[in-house]
């Protein structure tokens, strides 16, 4: 499946976009959650040493790097991965950088922790799906047709 939200205009679309993601996740009993996102990122400057001021929100922190945020997520593993985002003297995007930025032993965030951690029951995911109905979320079958799914 994929979902696509229809804007993460403010703090409320990016929560509500969480967490149907995870309403999701549980309904359809998802063994994997993959999620691509531009985004705000700040790392320590070694692994040794914590994060500064941890307490600000990258979007708001002076040494925050623009990024294109790739996770994924299974319930005994979370891999991501960033592309950091090269932008020329008008701001437009001229491509990807690299970084040796080590694999992160966490990753927080309203778009993290989206797949629940033990299997859920048939009642929670029939739930989940009855919830996801009434908030017009639903599942749209394009056949055999792998070019749609």
């Known amino acids: 499946m994929m979902y696509v939200p229809q804007n993460l205009s403010d703090g409320e679309a990016k929560d509500q976009f969480a967490n149907t993601a995870r309403l999701i996740a549980v309904g359809y009993n998802a063994s994997a959650v993959a ?84 299997v859920p029951s048939a009642n929670d995911s029939a739930m989940a799906r009855s919830l996801l109905e009434v908030m017009g979320v639903v599942l749209d079958d394009h056949g055999q047709n792998p070019i749609w799914n």
């Open 35 to 118: 999620m691509i996102l531009e985004s705000w990122a700040r790392f320590a400057k070694s692994s040794r040493e914590p994060l500064e001021n941890a307490d600000v929100p990258p979007s708001q922190s002076p040494d925050r790097e623009e990024v294109v945020a790739v996770m994924a997520e299974a319930r005994d593993r979370c891999i991501q991965r960033f592309l950091f985002i090269q932008r020329n003297s008008a701001g437009q995007f001229t491509g990807f950088g690299t970084s040796l930025v080590p694999e992160l032993d966490e990753v927080k965030g309203r778009f993290a922790q989206l797949i629940p951690p033990n």
